[in-house]
């Protein structure tokens, strides 16, 4: 099946970034753990923010810094395969999963984690403003994000010896990950998606206006392409990538989906976009049993009760907390 990048309108959310959730850690401070593989292209480990928001800040200096715990060489085994974690459009892999990646690797798994998507201004196929900003990554068209994120699987199988992968999605991440099950289903054991769009989102409705102002003349994928790069338009409901993620059904015998979503979401919306609906699936909405925990899209890679949910969809045995959350500070918060 071909995934087409061209897509009908935009839309997209730029990472927030606030210094008041950066925790006290020197932005430059590497840690101890193994050295980084250098087939991974992905720099040494730096330290974990404990919020999203306080990672992206960090990464701005460090833009291919690993997340704690990732990709180290390590071999796999056919019952523990290595965990492929996939980042959002606006980030990369150490804002995305650095409080995902150590909580992973500390039970066993072997972790890796690289940057997809680079669309900045000496790009040759385009340029976009928020891919000039170190750190921002995941804004090219989704095909070929996910051509290159299959090459990326590849090396991973190659150097690890594993057959199958687990892959672990955030947001765009999520989509990808679908996508290359779809494409790749004996390459893979699970799909775990973190708020994925998984049906393309209409961002809360603002997707409606886009196709209005289309209407009228308007170039609205013109625009925000140039802002955001060709993911935003791809990541809506009628781009042409998810009509072709959809069609005949996003999921695929063989594989094992869960979906991690959030009542709070307003960047992949609405609440079904994120969930499965056939084969082998489990969705999972963080706020059931925890109402409190009032996590958003962009706290949810830090969020306790969403990385326990991540562990236990990879087969770990983990307590599932609810701590009170809010929006994307989650992380500030542990269990007790």
């Given at each position: ?139 090219g068209?989704?095909?070929a ?6 090459g ?12 199958k ?9 999520g ?56 993911a ?36 992949a ?26 996590v ?14 991540v ?18 500070a ?7």
């Amino acid at each position: 099946m071909v995934f087409h990048p061209r897509a009908k309108s935009i839309a997209g959310v730029v990472l927030l970034a606030c210094t008041a959730f950066l925790s006290p850690v020197s932005a430059s401070a590497q840690t101890n753990e193994a050295e980084v593989a250098a087939w991974t292209g992905m720099g040494a480990p730096m330290a974990s923010s404990k919020t999203l928001p306080g990672a992206a800040l960090r990464a701005l200096q460090s833009p291919y810094a690993s997340p704690t715990g990732a990709n180290a060489d390590c071999v796999s085994s056919p019952e523990e395969p290595p965990v492929v974690l996939i980042h959002g459009m606006t980030s990369n892999s150490y804002a995305s999963f650095g409080a995902i990646a150590p909580a992973l690797a500390a039970q066993g798994k072997c972790v890796f984690a690289m940057n997809y998507g680079y669309y900045g201004t000496d790009t040759p196929a385009g340029s976009s403003v928020a891919g000039s900003l170190p750190g921002f990554f995941g804004l090219g068209p989704m095909q070929a994000s996910l051509e290159e994120l299959s090459g990326q699987i590849e090396q991973v199988k190659q150097h690890t010896g594993a057959e199958k992968v687990d892959l672990v999605g955030w947001s765009e991440g999520g989509a990808l990950a679908a996508a290359y099950a779809k494409l790749q289903k004996d390459d893979v054991r699970t799909v775990v998606s973190i708020a994925g769009v998984l049906r393309g989102t209409t961002v809360l409705g603002i997707s409606n206006l886009l196709e209005r102002a289309n209407a009228v003349g308007m170039d609205t994928s013109r625009v925000i392409s140039a802002g955001l790069g060709p993911a935003g338009n791809d990541l809506l409901e009628g781009s042409d990538f998810m009509l072709a993620l959809r069609e005949n059904g996003i999921e695929v015998p063989g594989v094992r989906y869960v979906a991690i979503s959030t009542l709070y979401d307003e960047a992949a919306t609405p609440l079904s976009a994120t969930q499965f609906s056939g084969g082998e699936y489990r969705n999972i909405v963080v706020q059931n049993e925890c109402p409190q925990d009032r996590v958003d899209h962009l706290g949810m890679p830090y969020d306790p009760r969403t990385i326990a949910f991540v562990q236990e969809a990879l087969g770990l045995s983990v307590a599932i907390p609810c701590v009170k959350n809010v929006g994307p500070a989650a992380g500030l918060r542990q269990p007790a």
